[in-house]
């Protein structure tokens, strides 16, 4: 029993260095990830995909203090679009 235990936390700690499993469930914001994937995600994440996609799709107005709160507020109606669709459409 013992054995099996520790086989258990080897296997399963390998899964979370290797990214298979995270802490929060959550994995890196990218154009293709859906608005809901956004809304779910952490704050920092959220913030570091807004910066990457902004800078991405040359939407820097994205990437300000005042355009930031636009990508959330647009994604909690619309969790079935991309992040890639809303900044290909949104003006900036």
Do not use: W
Request: charged content about 15%; some cysteine; hydrophobic content about 40%.
């Amino acid at each position: 029993m013992r054995q099996t235990r520790t086989l258990f936390s080897l296997v399963l700690t390998g899964l979370i260095a290797n990214g298979a499993l995270s802490a929060c469930g959550t994995s890196e914001l990218t154009a293709s990830s859906s608005c809901r994937d956004f809304m779910n995600a952490p704050a920092s994440a959220q913030h570091e995909a807004i910066d990457k996609l902004a800078a991405q799709y040359k939407k820097p107005d994205f990437a300000t203090p005042l355009g930031e709160p636009e990508v959330p507020y647009y994604c909690s109606a619309n969790p079935g679009t991309t992040l890639g669709a809303f900044f290909a459409k949104a003006g900036g």
